[in-house]
């Protein structure tokens, strides 16, 4: 494999654990409530179905 390419997988791997931990992070410090409640009260209802 390319060196550019072993670069390019190495920061995409990078940028996803930056990602997954900034997430993580926001979800901890309930930065994102307002997504959640909004989706409980809707499954609550019986507005949501099994994936």
């Not at 390419?5 to 997430?23: G, P, T, Y």
């Not at 307002?34 to 609550?44: D, G, K, R, S, T």
Request: hydrophobic share 45%; glycine share 4%.
């Amino acid at each position: 494999m390319a060196a550019s390419a072993l670069l390019r997988d190495w920061f995409v791997e990078f940028d996803q654990s930056r990602w997954d931990k900034q997430i993580e992070a926001d979800s901890n410090a309930g930065k994102l409530d307002f997504l959640i409640n909004p989706a409980l009260v809707e499954h609550q209802a019986g507005k949501t179905r099994d994936l």
